[in-house]
């Protein structure tokens, strides 16, 4: 079994429709498996983890108020099937729609829109869970709250997640309408998503390569829900899904195809800016119609290192970021810069105000010496990282960074499960659980 990555471990995942009976002894709950690094495989001594995959009925609507019950292993991807054509959509849309319920409660997940509607976790109005001792709780802000809110973004360590019951957002079309900046330099580009905070949903890619003049270039992405007049009748057509077909030959992935790669996509616009409308597919999940794109990594895999540079450290901060990256090279296709707004209700939520800086990373031999570097600077900065992505960052670094916060998370953990039944390899090496 493996994380989205490559981490590996030498287990099963057992699956089934009745996510109670197949979670009674379970170690773990996972989704569709998308998290990079090891925060949905087991702990070394367990041999199996529960999949809650097939357990993905919906089990109520209400059209009036768009409140939705579900099944934890209900993926976004049928939920957006569903609902897109009803007009309604997720309030929060992570970069793949090929994740679980459960999955995007347990990292609260974040997406383009986080400075506007926040994390997942907002929209969440209570959670059904068999929790360590065996019994099913349900747990809301009102019932339970300090287990609620210690599982948004627990990164599944609080209990297994059964049942979901979340709002949706009501949308005006099944389209979206988007404007693409191609900005040339850090400045250009910092300032542009500064001054796109009225758009609804914001993105930047930065070519982390580029130097000199154009150090910091990249491409501002920004849109919204278009209005049903601005819109074609029907639904987009699904694109063409080309697979890549096996893992690339370690040579094919150097700072020289990777520049290649950057020079193409960043000139792949022939105006500096084009606008106009898209499916909401391409817009929130462009990488979802490439089958096993991880592939492209080669056999070694890769990570993803993601941080937050808080707001009071100031663009500065996320400019000697990306210098270190430019200067030291060996960064992957994929560095994207996000707009954070305020702080989620979950515990060990991820975002906080300020910049959250994404970056693929070929799984090389001076990987974690880069990822140790990169977690220095943030916590010189007051920032944290994303523990969803992570698969390399010391227990000392993620202590400083998380501060009373963790020590507040694990007391509630505690609480509802002394002998720390529920465990992962996360949890093993960031938390020092038993093996
Ligand atoms: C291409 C790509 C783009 C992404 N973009 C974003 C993004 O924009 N924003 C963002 O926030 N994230 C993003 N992610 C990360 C992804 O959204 C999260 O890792 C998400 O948790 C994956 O869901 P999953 O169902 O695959 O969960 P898994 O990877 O299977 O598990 C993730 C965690 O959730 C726990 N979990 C899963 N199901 C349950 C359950 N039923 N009960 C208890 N715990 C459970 C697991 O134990 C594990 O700790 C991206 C990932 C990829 C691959």
Known sequence: MRGWGGVSVPADERLGEDLAALTDGAVLTRG??????????????????????LADRLLEFDPTTGVLRAEA??????????????GWFTPVSPGTWFVTLGGMVASDIHGKNHHVDGTIGKHVLSLKMRVASGDVVTCSRTEHPDLFFATLG???????????????????????????????????????????????????????????????????????????TEAPPNLPKPPF??????????????????????????????????????SPRSWFAPLDVINEWRRAYGAPGFTQHQCVIPREAGTAAVRAFCDILARRGGSGFLCVIKDCGPEGEGTLSFPRPGMSVALDLPMRSDTQD?????????????????????????????????GERLERFLAVRRAWDPELKIRSALSVRLFGDPP
């Open 241 to 278: 899904q080309p697979t890549v077909p096996f893992d690339a030959p370690a040579w094919t992935l150097n700072d020289l195809t990777i520049k290649a790669f950057n020079l193409l996509y960043y000139h792949k616009q022939i105006w500096p800016r084009v606008q106009g409308i898209v």
């Open 73 to 86: 292993g209900l993926s976004l991807e049928t939920m957006c099937r569903v609902f897109l054509r009803r």
């Open 32 to 53: 569709l498996g998308r998290s990079y690094g090891d925060a949905s495989l087991p702990p070394p001594s367990a041999r199996w983890v529960a999949g809650s995959k």
């Open 370 to 402: 880069l990822v140790d570097q990169l977690n220095a600077f943030v916590i010189e900065v007051g920032g944290r990282i994303y523990l969803t992505k992570d698969a390399l960052s010391r227990p000392e670094h993620v202590r400083v960074m998380e």
């Open 154 to 228: 627990g990164m599944g360590l609080t209990g297994h997640i059964l049942e979901v019951t979340l709002r949706l957002a009501r949308i005006p079309s099944r389209w979206i309408w988007r404007q693409s900046h191609q900005m040339r330099d850090f400045d250009e580009l910092i300032t542009g998503l500064e001054r796109s905070a009225e758009w609804p949903q914001t993105v930047c890619w930065i070519d982390t390569l580029a130097t000199g003049a154009s150090f910091g270039r990249g491409v501002l992405m920004r849109g919204r829900w278009a209005e049903a």
